[in-house]
T-cell receptor, first 113, second 112 residues
């Protein structure tokens, strides 16, 4: 019940296209959903996050869509650029003062020119 | 702010040797996390501390692994004795209550 399932495992998108990464969770106690971006040789870095009281959050070219009833959320990268090539992790966390984050398995995105 | 600092960045050792990884969290953060990342298992939480006290060590693989946080600005993860299957990238992360985690650059460990 603690799992966060992420797909696809890898993704190749042409420059200018839309990259879409999907995640699903089972634990309804999760109430905070961050996405992390990791470049080779670096640690994961927070990209964007959403709480389940909203269905969408947009920051620049990055948008999270959230479907509470389906327990699914996704990351959309609009106008994908070669510099977006990285591994993306979705994650989920429960509130209540506990900081333990459950991570998805990661999606390796490659944006080709 | 310098961010989370980890040392060493790379470590190559032989099977059976003791390995100590070090972490300095961001000043003012009261949570510290140790993760391990491999291709096969992804990003795994090993242990985390709150106010220097271990809260959850259920992810520590076995007794060969131990972690300490003697003060708010320093933590260690020790593997003794090390084995080839411990080869991975080990990340330290820190956060303040109810806020996001910030990861260090990681220590790439290779056990021969």
């Amino acid at each position: 019940q603690q799992q966060v399932k992420q797909s696809p495992q890898s993704l190749i998108v042409q420059k200018g296209g839309i990259s879409i990464i999907n995640c699903a969770y089972e634990n309804t106690a999760f109430d905070y959903f961050p996405w992390y971006q990791q470049f080779p040789g670096k640690g994961p870095a927070l990209l964007i996050a959403i709480r389940p009281d909203v269905s969408e959050k947009k920051e620049g070219r990055f948008t999270i869509s959230f479907n509470k009833s389906a327990k699914q959320f996704s990351l959309h990268i609009m106008d994908s650029q070669p510099g977006d090539s990285a591994t993306y992790f979705c994650a989920a966390r429960k509130s209540g003062g506990y900081q333990k984050v459950t991570f998805g398995t990661g999606t390796k995105l490659q944006v080709i020119p | 702010d310098a961010g989370v600092i980890q040392s060493p960045r790379h470590e190559v050792t032989e099977m059976g040797q003791e390995v100590t990884l070090r972490c300095k969290p961001i000043s003012g953060h009261d949570y510290l996390f140790w993760y391990r990342q491999t291709m096969m298992r992804g990003l795994e939480l090993l242990i985390y501390f709150n106010n220097n006290v271990p809260i959850d060590d259920s992810g520590m693989p076995e007794d060969r692994f131990s972690a300490k946080m003697p003060n708010a600005s320093f933590s260690t993860l020790k593997i003794q004795p090390s084995e080839p299957r411990d080869s991975a990238v080990y990340f330290c992360a820190s956060s303040s209550s109810l806020r996001d985690q910030y990861f260090g650059p990681g220590t790439r460990l290779l056990v021969l």
